[in-house]
């Protein structure tokens, strides 16, 4: 009887603690899209309208890592800014979590 071993490719451990390049960003927006079609929200609503409307614009970005930077910067202009929103989500996740 043989016994043959395979390799593994090892996954790390570690966190790495880098910006989100622009394809990151395009499959998060793929997968919200793909989650509203599940829940059954129209094509026309505000919600799918919205990520449709920022996949287009993150493909139309003559540079898409600075498209994306730029928009960070506007939705969270400061550190404040973005750590009260961070609250803000925590609490909502408290409150919808089962």
Not at 11 to 24: A, G, H, L, R
Request: glycine letters at 2%; charged letters at 35%; one cysteine or more.
């Amino acid at each position: 009887m043989s016994t043959t071993t395979q390799n593994i490719d090892q996954v790390s451990t570690e966190v790495k603690s880098s910006k989100p390049t622009w394809q990151d960003i395009e499959k998060a927006i793929v997968i919200i899209t793909q989650t509203g079609v599940l829940y059954k929200k129209k094509k026309d609503e505000r919600f799918m309208q919205n990520y449709k409307k920022r996949y287009t614009e993150l493909h139309q970005a003559e540079d898409p890592d600075i498209h994306v930077l730029d928009i960070a910067k506007r939705i969270f202009p400061n550190e404040e800014k973005y750590i009260e929103s961070k609250k803000q989500y925590q609490e909502c996740q408290r409150l919808f979590c089962y």
